[in-house]
Nanobody, 122 residues
């Protein structure tokens, strides 16, 4: 299973970005997928999660309002009103044990993409 995260870049504060995650390999089943980020010196944190068919989503309380996860054949993370503190490497990951449920624990995820850098300038 391979994941490819893309869509990162340099954006001014207040701007928007849409990240994409493409999953290849494994079976044709859609697995629970999550978006995470990791800033230097900080732990990797969950931003949003979605189940296999896209009908269920989860956002930590601290992330509600500015991030939206969705999927078709690609899993997206739409980000609005970006702030300099959103600067980090953004990762997508899949939990191959879950399809109908979302996966909210970092340690439950089995495969990770290589990450895409998001830099928000002040």
């Amino acid at each position: 299973v391979q994941l490819q995260a893309s869509g990162g870049g340099l954006v001014p504060a207040g701007g928007s970005l849409r990240l994409s995650c493409t999953v290849s390999g494994g079976t044709s089943d859609r697995w629970a997928t999550g978006w995470f980020r990791q800033a230097p010196g900080r732990e990797r944190e969950l931003l949003a999660a979605i189940n296999g068919n896209g009908e269920r989503t989860y956002y930590p309380d601290s992330m509600k309002g500015r991030f939206t996860i969705s999927r078709d054949s690609v899993v997206y993370l739409q980000m609005h009103s970006l702030k300099p503190e959103d600067t980090a490497v953004y990762y997508c990951a899949v939990d191959v044990e879950r399809k109908t449920l979302v996966s909210i624990l970092r340690e439950s995820y089995d495969y990770w993409g290589q990450g895409t850098q998001v830099t928000v300038s002040s």
